[in-house]
Every structure is written in structure tokens, then in C-alpha cells.
């Protein structure tokens, strides 16, 4: 299977309390063909996908699923398209918006999100956080009828990594394993990462852009110690 898919069975990754077979979570279906998509369903008895994407980014990258697989398919945003600055316009694809605004830098780093705040939006803000709550809840349900469910966003970092650490919460796992689990996204898209900083060398030719980019595709503990302490936080409300 692709490796950049960044899929993982949390059971699997963090032991213990947490069953194997029921949680995965993933980057973006898209990357596979209806056949890939049918194979990978039936080799880890898939049967549920929950989307975390906003309705521009999946209607631009829809997953290839089909009635013929036996999957039912959830979309469940964690956010708006325009908390992240996406219309039918823009679309979602970072290598095509570079393209489109390649020379207007400044319109480039002023879509670029401030990820601190968006992970702390995401466990804190009233419609994210019902959205999130609603996610762990639909995902513990499916666990206790024995459904694998796989849960995603587009890299399977930062919307699944925060659906993870909410998830972990819920079974007591340290905040340490979950940290661990979220690193481990770095095995996976870093040299996707190293291909589109490349990209962004050859459409801009500027430097901070790409420093800009390689930040945003790579995953860092500070993201999720933030999204942690305000996770924590609100749930002591």
C-alpha cells in the first residue's frame, strides 16, 4: 500500500487499552484507485470511513469508495472551509494554489494557517469541538459493534492526529504515547514533504516560501502538547 496513505491501526501503535483492528487513520483516500481502495477495505475489513475534511477539499479529492465495497461513508468536518481560507475557487491542493499564486508571495504566506491556533481551535471552538466530540463518539460506538472504522483528513496529520489524542483520551492512554503516535506521521510524509518543497523551489524560487511549506507538511510536538493542554482544559469546564 502507498506509503504517503500515512496509515496506521492505533491498536496496533499504542497496545494496551486500545483495541487492534477497530481505529485507523489515514491520509487522504484519494492518492488510491477504486481498486487499491476496494483491496485495502477488504484486507483490513474496513467498513466505516469518516472524512474530517471540509466539503471543498473532499469535493476536490473525493475518496474512491463505491456501494459495491459494503462501506458506509461519514463526513464529519472538524472545520469550515473558510476558517482555513478555502473556496470553490482556491481549492484545496497546495501545489496548484503555488502554482496559481506563485507571483504573489505575500497571498501565499497569508493562506499559510497559524497551526498553533488551529489546534487550538480545533479542541476549544464550539463547532470544531462538537464535531470532534462527535467523531470519538461515532468511533467508540463502531468499536463496540466490532466496526473497523478509518478515519482521515488529507495528510493524516494534524485533523487525525487531534481525532487520535481525543480518542486515546477516552481509553487513558498518557499523554506521552500519544505524543509518540502523533510523531510517527513524520515516517511518512517527510519525503513527500521534500518533494514539494522541491516543487515549491521550482514554481517560486523563494527561499522563506519554502521553509513556509516544509513547516506546514511536517509534524511537531508542539502542535499537539498545545492541543493537549487545551483539550484538557475545556474538558475540565
Not at 59 to 74: I, R
Not at 114 to 131: C, G, K, M, P
Not at 167 to 180: A, E, F, H, P, Q
Not at 213 to 235: G, L, N, P
Request: charged residues 25%; aromatic residues 8%.
Amino acid at each position: 500500500m502507498k506509503r504517503e496513505l500515512n496509515l496506521r491501526d492505533l491498536g496496533k501503535s499504542i497496545g494496551g487499552a486500545v483495541p487492534k483492528g477497530v481505529y485507523l487513520r489515514s491520509g487522504k483516500l484519494s492518492i488510491l484507485t477504486r481498486e487499491e481502495c476496494a483491496a485495502l477495505c477488504r484486507k483490513l475489513n474496513i467498513k466505516c470511513v469518516i472524512d474530517l475534511r471540509t466539503p471543498v477539499e473532499s469535493a476536490e479529492f473525493p475518496d474512491p469508495l463505491t456501494p459495491e465495497m459494503g462501506v458506509e461513508f461519514l463526513q464529519i468536518p472538524l472545520l469550515k472551509d473558510a476558517t482555513v481560507k478555502l473556496t470553490q475557487e482556491t481549492g484545496s491542493d497546495p501545489m496548484t494554489i503555488l502554482r496559481n499564486l506563485r507571483k504573489t508571495p505575500e497571498k501565499l504566506k497569508a493562506m499559510m494557517p497559524d497551526f498553533n491556533a488551529l489546534y487550538v481551535n480545533i479542541v476549544t471552538e464550539e463547532y470544531s469541538r462538537s464535531q470532534l466530540d462527535k467523531v470519538v463518539e461515532t468511533l467508540r460506538q463502531n468499536a463496540g459493534k466490532g466496526i473497523c472504522t478509518l478515519f482521515h483528513c488529507t495528510a493524516g496529520k494534524d485533523r487525525s492526529g487531534i481525532v487520535s489524542m481525543a480518542l486515546l483520551k477516552s481509553y487513558g492512554v498518557s499523554d506521552d504515547d500519544i505524543i509518540r503516535d502523533y510523531m510517527r506521521s513524520n515516517r511518512y510524509v517527510f519525503w513527500p514533504t521534500i518533494k514539494k518543497c522541491l516543487g515549491v523551489i521550482l514554481l517560486t524560487w523563494n527561499w522563506d516560501l519554502v521553509k513556509t511549506a516544509y513547516t506546514s507538511f511536517m509534524a511537531y510536538r508542539k502542535h499537539i502538547e498545545i492541543a493537549i493542554k487545551h483539550y484538557d482544559q475545556a474538558s475540565a469546564k
